[in-house]
């Protein structure tokens, strides 16, 4: 009878479980398969410093880091000790000595083509081994050997966006070091998690196994990147990273997203483009808001307390930002308060996914955010590399002397001390890209920048536009063709202040206003009691003061010149942003920006319809 019933046991569950394998789908078969590759086998995986093992065996893993110059015996005593309890159990022997070690009760052997030697080391020995013996001391029934698979391609992690929203492209982020990976993106229901006597649905992490973790999934596509579409809301979106070699597949490592993929509340006010490419180029600037600045240093609170905290996390914001770029479909991508983390985790993988390549600076000193560049591959190609140039900070001064035209600002630092010692404490900085047009042979020079903010620096905000337009003008004249010049950035001035006076007119005179206060301006501080009023140029009370006589060949227009806004808070909204263009290219079209009356449904931006405090600047532009 007992064997009956252990018969009709086992008949139930291996009915079961060809049942489940049967209904699901080939995708999920495939992983499955991947998987049971590994089951009964040793990983041996090399870093740079370390070996990691991986032992898979009757149901149980056991995982350790050793280092390479270790000896192969060593290693294998501490992987048989983890496995001790799994496999056998707690040990039940008398303790004997409490100080003395207790004795093992698995030994492990290494087996190789050639005898290994007594003290062999771990970067030695484990390139050659075909399998492992494992042998209990006190139980010669429990003996096996288990196959050593050598370098395998291995995932250390993977994740997707914690909250996917319909029609924004989704790619995951994987370590899978220097192999390749295949991803299979499913559409899985959300598990209902009991709690009490109600059920409610709640976002949760995928089980270990493929089979587990997709149950009920649908099979959506195999890809780099996947678009969620509005049949796919309601349910969570999981990502399969398949690790993959010139051998084999590697283990799959899944990534769920938290939340259900769900629908922008309201429509992106940056897709409503020219459904056509633009004729020359079409240029874009925006200060994307670095996600370090959304919160007072000193205190923690919000910088943005009228924002629902959720539209101001980085997480939402990325979403709305792709929906953008996909939206604008720049050829031509100037971005600013870009940190290096998310050019490199976020920026660059995802607009690589659109056709992109793209630059990154970051600014000088301890600053964490800096500047992106981007350009679309198949209309633009990079002349040269890309360059930096320092606006600020400790090399500014050394750098400025390298370009003979800078030198009337090199003897104005001397004789003005404090304006010299403000501006090498600036962390700016920008970047020049050079810019060929595939199809025409056209040569653009591209300029990206982000100016110092202070409300009253604007005679720092001039000198740095000086340096930057001529360190253009000389990368620019090394050139086999006469190029045109395009500056984008958060410029941090206003229309009819210093910095557009110059920009725009090309030159600024020594008897400027902006000049008279900056002698007594300090870092951060004024130095006297009155007050600079008028877009930071009267300097009411202030003794007149010469300035360096300035001038720029570029020859540059404003190409949204109508434009009064780019930034709308509830404590300044003004114009900030700015695209400029040389003389033979003109503005073929510009995005209108969205109305006031719509920045302010949620009071100010950023917002659940805008991204950022900022708004992109977006225009085509075309050789005249």
Same mark, same amino acid.
């Given at each position: 009878l007992k064997l009956q019933f252990l018969y009709f046991i086992g008949l139930k569950r291996i009915r079961r479980h060809m049942a489940s394998a049967a209904s699901i789908c080939p995708e999920v078969a495939r992983l499955v398969k991947c998987e049971n590759a590994f089951e009964d086998a040793v990983s041996a995986v090399f870093t740079e410093e370390n070996l990691v093992l991986t032992v898979r065996y009757k149901g149980g893993k056991t995982a350790i880091q050793r280092g390479k110059e270790e000896t192969i015996a060593e290693t294998l005593r501490r992987v048989g000790k983890k496995m001790e309890v799994p496999l056998l159990g707690k040990d039940k022997r008398p303790k004997g000595d409490i100080k003395a070690a207790p004795p093992a009760r698995l030994t492990l052997s290494l087996k190789t083509p050639e005898p290994l030697k007594e003290d062999e080391t771990n970067i030695n020995g484990w390139n050659a081994a075909?399998?492992? $013996?494992?042998?209990?001391? /006190?139980?010669?029934? @429990?003996?096996? !050997?288990? &196959? =050593?698979?050598?370098?395998?391609?291995?995932?250390?992690?993977?994740?997707?966006?914690?909250?996917?929203?319909?029609?924004?492209?989704?790619?995951?982020?994987? $370590?899978?070091?220097?192999? /390749?990976?295949?991803? @299979?993106?499913? !559409?899985? &229901? =959300?598990?209902?998690?009991?709690?009490?006597?109600?059920?409610?649905?709640?976002?949760?992490?995928?089980?270990?196994?493929?089979?587990?973790?997709?149950?009920?999934?649908?099979?959506?596509?195999?890809?780099?990147?996947?678009?969620? !579409?509005?049949?796919?809301?309601?349910?969570?979106?999981t990502a399969v990273v398949i690790p993959v070699n010139e051998r084999i597949e590697g283990i799959p490592v899944p990534a769920s997203s938290s939340l259900p993929v769900s629908a922008f509340k309201t429509d992106c006010e940056f897709e409503k483009f020219p459904s056509e490419d633009a004729k020359g180029a079409r240029v874009v600037t925006y200060n994307i808001l670095y996600d370090g600045a959304t919160v007072i240093y000193k205190t923690g609170e919000s910088m943005y307390p009228y924002a629902d905290p959720k539209v101001v996390e980085l997480g939402f914001r990325k979403q709305l930002l792709m929906k953008e770029f996909v939206g604008m479909n720049a050829d031509v991508l100037c971005l600013q308060e870009a940190s290096s983390s998310l050019h490199e985790k976020f920026l660059k993988p995802h607009l690589k996914m659109l056709g992109y390549t793209g630059h990154h600076v970051s600014k000088t000193g301890d600053t964490r955010e800096g500047v992106s560049l981007f350009w679309k591959n198949d209309k633009y190609e990079i002349v040269s590399e890309p360059r930096s140039v320092n606006l600020g900070g400790e090399q500014y001064i050394e750098d400025v002397a390298k370009i003979p035209e800078l030198e009337p600002i090199l003897k104005y630092y001397e004789e003005q001390t404090k304006v010299k010692e403000t501006i090498e404490k600036t962390t700016t900085v920008a970047q020049i890209v050079v810019l060929k047009n595939k199809t025409t042979g056209k040569v653009i020079v591209v300029g990206n920048t982000h100016l110092w903010f202070h409300p009253k620096g604007g005679h720092i905000r001039v000198l740095q536009l000086h340096t930057l337009f001529w360190n253009m003008k000389k990368l620019g004249d090394t050139l086999d063709s006469t190029p045109e010049y395009v500056i984008c950035g958060d410029l941090n001035c206003q229309p009819k202040s210093s910095p557009h006076v110059y920009m725009t007119n090309g030159e600024l005179s020594a008897s400027h206003p902006v000049w008279s206060a900056a002698p007594l301006f300090g870092f951060g501080r004024w130095d006297f009691d009155g007050e600079i009023v008028a877009a930071e140029e009267t300097a009411d009370g202030l003794p007149q003061t010469s300035g360096p006589v300035l001038s720029h060949p570029l020859a540059l227009s404003d190409a949204s010149p109508s434009f009064t806004y780019s930034n709308y808070t509830p404590g300044f909204t003004g114009r900030l942003d700015y695209i400029l263009h040389s003389k033979n290219l003109v503005t073929s079209y510009v995005h209108p920006l969205p109305p006031k009356e719509l920045l302010a449904v949620e009071t100010g931006i950023p917002s659940s319809i805008f991204p950022s405090d900022h708004l992109p600047i977006c225009v085509d532009l075309e050789w005249v």
């Open positions: 075909s399998t492992i $013996d494992i042998q209990a001391i /006190d139980d010669d029934s @429990l003996s096996w !050997s288990i &196959p =050593v698979v050598f370098n395998p391609p291995v995932a250390y992690e993977a994740s997707i966006e914690p909250e996917p929203f319909a029609g924004v492209p989704q790619l995951p982020a994987y $370590d899978v070091g220097g192999d /390749d990976a295949k991803i @299979l993106w499913f !559409s899985t &229901p =959300v598990p209902e998690v009991e709690t009490g006597k109600k059920k409610q649905k709640k976002g949760a992490q995928p089980p270990q196994t493929a089979a587990e973790y997709l149950k009920n999934a649908v099979f959506l596509s195999e890809g780099p990147s996947y678009t969620p !579409s509005g049949s796919d809301s309601g349910r969570l979106l």
